[in-house]
Every structure is written in C-alpha cells, then in structure tokens.
C-alpha cells in the first residue's frame, strides 16, 4: 500500500550530514531541534538547516530502501544532490534499488 514519506537530510552544526525519513517533516525536524530522546544523534549534533527532503509515494520497504542507498553516498554525492535539487526517483534509486517508486522534491521549504 502506498504512503506518503519524506527521505531528509539535515546540516549538524559540526558540518555532518544526518540521513533520515519520516511521515511528518515537520514534526520530525521540530523533534531534532529540540533534542528529542528519539533523537539520539541530533542531540548532540544539533540541526543547522534542513539541507534537502524528497517526498516518497511508496510502502515502507521502498523507503527504507532509498535511505539505505543515500547513507552509502559519500559527502560529496549527498552535497551534489542537495545543491542540484535532482529529483532521485528516475536516474538513481528507482534504477538501483525500487523500481516504480515516485519521488518528489520538497525541499529548502523548512530551511
């Protein structure tokens, strides 16, 4: 059954990038900035910016599968799909790892 998920990554104030997905965005980041305790990582590298979030049309497994492939990106792939706002749907995951996947993207709106 497909769902509506976002796949996001957030600027650490130490310059990391932190990898995640969620069904609120909003919520989600709100619960990085205020160190939430299901927020192990962003508590003690807070957020600086909302870098990127793609929105998923898809199950769970297709999203989990899209985050997996973007944590084994480098620095430099991650900071190349930020910066080009490149849709990952149609040239690289759907490709590699979910065929039939739809994303969009929504980002810098909580930048």
Same mark, same amino acid.
């Given at each position: #059954?497909?769902?509506?998920?976002?796949?996001?990554?957030?600027?650490?104030?130490?310059?990391?990038?932190?990898?995640?997905?969620?069904?609120?965005?909003?919520?989600?980041?709100?619960?990085?900035?205020?160190?939430?305790?299901?927020?192990?990582?962003?508590?003690?590298?807070?957020?600086?910016?909302?870098?990127?979030?793609?929105?998923?049309?898809?199950?769970?497994?297709?999203?989990?599968?899209?985050?997996?492939?973007?944590?084994?990106?480098?620095?430099?792939?991650?900071?190349?799909? &930020?910066?080009?706002?490149?849709?990952?749907?149609?040239?690289? &995951?759907?490709?590699? &790892?979910?065929?039939?996947?739809? #994303?969009?993207?929504?980002?810098?709106?909580?930048?």
């Amino acid at each position: #059954m497909a769902k509506a998920y976002y796949l996001y990554v957030i600027e650490c104030v130490n310059g990391t990038l932190y990898v995640g997905y969620t069904t609120d965005i909003k919520r989600r980041y709100q619960e990085h900035t205020a160190g939430s305790p299901k927020c192990k990582y962003t508590r003690s590298f807070p957020p600086k910016r909302l870098a990127a979030c793609w929105l998923i049309e898809g199950s769970l497994s297709d999203v989990l599968k899209c985050e997996h492939w973007l944590k084994k990106q480098t620095r430099c792939e991650k900071l190349r799909l &930020i910066k080009s706002k490149e849709q990952l749907t149609v040239g690289e &995951i759907n490709a590699i &790892i979910a065929p039939g996947v739809l #994303m969009q993207e929504n980002s810098d709106e909580y930048s």
